[in-house]
């Protein structure tokens, strides 16, 4: 098995490499003080595919696949987690949702535009009571002649106060049916009647990317804006999910990178005792472990990635990987602090934030105790 990027890729890896080192390194830090990542910043990304990589390119997309999507995203998040959170939404969430459950009607309306990032998506199946038990969403909606009239509610919607195009998920058969049967998925676009975008998150890490409310009031949508089959809305969302698992690995291991590469540029910098910090064991050893797990990691992303672009599934690997890198990433954001000591400590130096923007990968798209669930389960079943 080859995890070597094509040229193609590599070249497509360069370009992202650059963007990142002349758009978002510069104004990171700005971008999170402030939660808010710059309009003209969506069409740069636009303009460079990176708003459709997983969009066919009859439909106006990159067509990258997964090894090309995670190449961009690891790149994007080494040195702006909530920028890389924005591209995961809305490529691998609300764009992913439309090209699984997506009528050819509606891929045809939604996704050139998505791809070339004159729109943005969100995709929406959190609510306040429910997270990773998501058949016990109350979010329902119900068929009023040509309509499908919607009342609920959702919580930590990624893009949200930017999306021009929602995915949103409801119940539709609220009795009589299995649980995972009674969900539905729904198009919705900014500016329907009854949609209410709450404010901003003011949230721990991944502070430039959009998080918000959404409140459906009597919400009125087409018929034809249903998305899938009627009662197809959760299986859909699983796979959304899957895949998403994979991006949101790659994500951790573009934060578990920049936090190694700034501790290891500090510490040849920084001397101590009359050497480099680099020269003394203690701090060259944590380095070590630390390029070792993220190198780690990032295999097991790419291996999830291999398998979703061949084969179309990539379940426990993609749970494996995400499990893996999120946590990484989390304890080599803490192990760079370490080595910078007190500079690690303040927001000069880009450290403390990897680490709170690696603290999410352990929580959103499956907490990490929902992967060890789901990868329990498959030892089980393949016994």
């Given at each position: 098995?080859n995890?070597?990027?094509?040229?193609?890729?590599?070249?497509?890896?360069?370009?992202?490499r650059k963007?990142?080192?002349?758009?978002i390194?510069?104004?990171?830090?700005?971008?999170?003080?402030?939660s808010?990542?710059?309009?003209?910043?969506y069409r740069q990304?636009?303009?460079?595919?990176?708003?459709?990589l997983?969009?066919?390119?009859?439909?106006?997309?990159?067509?990258?696949?997964?090894?090309?999507?995670?190449t961009?995203?690891e790149?994007?998040?080494r040195?702006?987690?909530?920028?890389?959170?924005?591209?995961?939404?809305h490529?691998?969430?609300?764009?992913?949702?439309?090209?699984i459950?997506g009528?050819?009607?509606?891929?045809r309306?939604?996704?050139?535009r998505?791809?070339?990032?004159?729109?943005?998506?969100?995709w929406g199946?959190t609510?306040?009571k429910?997270?990773?038990?998501?058949?016990?969403?109350e979010t329902?909606?119900r068929?009023d002649g040509?309509?499908?009239?919607?009342?609920g509610?959702?919580?930590f919607?990624?893009n949200?106060g930017k999306?021009?195009?929602?995915?949103?998920?409801?119940?539709?058969?609220?009795?009589g049916a299995?649980?995972k049967?009674?969900?539905?998925?729904?198009i919705?676009?900014?500016?329907?009647?009854g949609?209410?975008i709450?404010?901003?998150?003011d949230k721990?890490?991944?502070?430039?990317?959009n998080?918000?409310?959404?409140?459906?009031d009597?919400m009125?949508i087409?018929?034809?804006?249903?998305c899938?089959?009627?009662?197809q809305?959760?299986k859909?969302?699983?796979?959304?999910?899957?895949r998403?698992r994979?991006?949101?690995?790659?994500l951790a291991?573009?934060?578990?990178?920049?936090?190694?590469e700034?501790?290891?540029?500090?510490a040849?910098?920084?001397?101590?005792?009359g050497?480099?910090?680099?020269?003394?064991?203690?701090?060259?050893?944590m380095?070590?472990?630390?390029?070792?797990?993220?190198?780690?990691?990032?295999?097991?992303?790419?291996?999830?990635?291999?398998l979703?672009d061949?084969?179309g599934?990539?379940?426990l690997?993609?749970?494996?990987a995400?499990?893996?890198?999120?946590?990484?990433?989390?304890q080599?954001?803490?192990?760079a602090?370490?080595?910078?000591?007190?500079y690690?400590?303040i927001?000069?130096?880009p450290?403390?934030?990897?680490?709170?923007d690696?603290?999410?990968m352990?929580?959103?798209e499956?907490s990490s105790?929902v992967?060890r669930?789901?990868?329990a389960?498959?030892?089980?079943?393949?016994?």
């Amino acid at each position: 098995m080859n995890f070597d990027l094509d040229p193609e890729l590599v070249a497509l890896r360069e370009v992202a490499r650059k963007f990142a080192n002349e758009v978002i390194k510069p104004n990171a830090r700005k971008w999170d003080e402030q939660s808010d990542i710059p309009p003209e910043v969506y069409r740069q990304l636009g303009e460079l595919g990176f708003m459709g990589l997983l969009i066919p390119a009859d439909l106006g997309g990159s067509e990258l696949g997964y090894r090309g999507a995670t190449t961009i995203i690891e790149e994007t998040a080494r040195h702006c987690g909530g920028t890389a959170l924005m591209l995961c939404a809305h490529n691998g969430l609300c764009c992913g949702h439309i090209m699984i459950g997506g009528s050819d009607e509606q891929k045809r309306r939604y996704l050139p535009r998505l791809a070339s990032g004159e729109w943005i998506g969100a995709w929406g199946l959190t609510e306040a009571k429910c997270g990773s038990d998501a058949v016990a969403m109350e979010t329902m909606a119900r068929l009023d002649g040509n309509e499908w009239v919607i009342n609920g509610n959702k919580m930590f919607i990624t893009n949200g106060g930017k999306a021009d195009v929602f995915v949103i998920m409801a119940v539709t058969e609220p009795t009589g049916a299995v649980a995972k049967n009674r969900i539905s998925a729904f198009i919705v676009e900014r500016g329907t009647k009854g949609l209410i975008i709450g404010a901003k998150e003011d949230k721990l890490g991944v502070r430039a990317s959009n998080t918000v409310a959404l409140t459906f009031d009597e919400m009125r949508i087409p018929k034809e804006n249903m998305c899938g089959e009627q009662g197809q809305g959760y299986k859909h969302a699983l796979m959304v999910l899957e895949r998403g698992r994979i991006s949101i690995g790659a994500l951790a291991v573009g934060l578990g990178r920049g936090a190694v590469e700034e501790a290891l540029t500090y510490a040849q910098q920084r001397v101590t005792f009359g050497k480099p910090l680099i020269e003394h064991q203690a701090i060259s050893f944590m380095l070590a472990d630390m390029a070792t797990r993220v190198e780690g990691a990032r295999l097991m992303v790419r291996k999830a990635a291999w398998l979703q672009d061949t084969v179309g599934q990539s379940r426990l690997e993609a749970c494996i990987a995400k499990l893996q890198a999120s946590e990484i990433a989390t304890q080599v954001g803490l192990d760079a602090i370490q080595i910078l000591g007190g500079y690690g400590y303040i927001k000069e130096f880009p450290v403390e934030r990897y680490m709170r923007d690696a603290k999410l990968m352990e929580i959103g798209e499956g907490s990490s105790q929902v992967q060890r669930m789901l990868i329990a389960r498959s030892l089980l079943e393949a016994n």
